[in-house]
């Protein structure tokens, strides 16, 4: 039995449950926000064993954890809770069936898996990502680069970085927009500075919030691999075609720009491709969707690896065969 964690809405789902009907394997779909309406459930523990049992109520499926083998981890929600008008009460049953579906997710801890409810979240840490990348590059003494980075509150060792560099790219935290003018901008692209231009920003802009920045890497193209155990599909970005602003300095601002028209499927570089496999290890993942850049120096440029990225897109795009590979991954066709 396959367990995917996920909400109604994900549709990164979609396609890898069809390849699951095709093969004729099992599978339960776990939609977390509707834990209280469309599912009915039970624990129970004697001397001799332990079983979870997830009844879903609108299709008749039911889940005995006993029989799970694999657990892909989506796109998990807190539950909705309805008919409840009494504010107070309804914070407290939030809060407790939020912690049950985490209970829920943490319970699976023997199978494989593609997410993870105890690694995704440390692992999106790019201060982590970092470390653990140059780490990987010193065991293969690889030649692959990560570019020089500050994260800082102090305008001191800002104003140094600014010295060292001729341009800079700003990057968010966490924050993906903010509201302008009563309009969501999303701001969720990096940001090409000039080293002069970094001197704007202030002591008191840092002390209240800290800048993570990189050095910025002139490029001839990008490259996304999408990696599901051994298997590495990988995507040349020609992200230079693109009008500048608009997925020249970050690809993923290219979404209305032609992005489609500059990607390629390619094979993965064997450099990319070790560092890959070492990553994922030291990460304890099976998947992740790295970001890499060939700089015009030749060398290539580790920027970044989302432990549960988005590809559908990379399916649609060029064909790609992810959502299969996702499925035999999980279903252990992939030996």
Not at 12 to 17: A, S, T
């Amino acid at each position: 039995m396959i367990l995917i964690i996920t909400h109604k809405d994900d549709f990164h789902c979609n396609p890898v449950i069809k390849h699951f009907q095709k093969n004729g394997d099992e599978y339960f779909r776990l939609n977390t926000e509707s834990l209280l309406t469309d599912y009915s459930f039970s624990f129970s523990q004697n001397d001799q064993s332990t079983n979870l049992l997830i009844n879903n109520t609108t299709n008749g499926k039911i889940l005995s954890s006993n029989e799970v083998k694999s657990v892909w981890e989506r796109r998990p929600l807190p539950p909705v809770i309805q008919g409840l008008n009494n504010k107070k009460i309804k914070s407290v049953v939030e809060e407790e069936v939020a912690e049950l579906v985490i209970w829920f997710r943490h319970f699976f801890i023997n199978c494989r898996t593609i997410g993870s409810s105890v690694w995704d979240r440390p692992n999106e840490s790019k201060l982590r990502q970092m470390d653990v990348a140059s780490r990987v590059i010193k065991a293969l003494n690889s030649e692959i680069k990560i570019p020089n980075t500050l994260l800082t509150n102090s305008k001191t060792d800002h104003n140094q970085f600014a010295k060292a560099v001729n341009k800079a790219v700003l990057k968010p935290i966490a924050a993906d927009g903010i509201v302008l003018d009563d309009k969501f901008e999303i701001f969720f692209g990096s940001r090409q500075v000039a080293s002069e231009n970094l001197n704007n920003i202030s002591e008191e802009d840092l002390k209240l919030c800290p800048t993570f920045m990189q050095e910025y890497i002139e490029k001839d193209y990008e490259i996304r691999i999408t990696a599901i155990g051994q298997n590495m599909l990988c995507c040349k970005i020609d992200s230079q075609k693109l009008p500048k602003g608009k997925g020249r300095e970050d690809w993923r601002e290219g979404y209305d720009y032609g992005l489609s028209e500059v990607e390629e499927w390619v094979d993965c570089p064997k450099e990319i491709e070790e560092f890959i496999i070492l990553y994922l290890q030291k990460m304890n993942l099976n998947f992740g969707c790295f970001d890499f850049i060939k700089a015009k120096s030749g060398h290539y440029y580790f920027l970044e690896c989302n432990p549960n990225g988005q590809w559908l897109w990379l399916e649609i795009d060029l064909g790609m065969p992810i959502s299969e590979s996702i499925a035999n991954f999980l279903s252990f066709r992939d030996k």
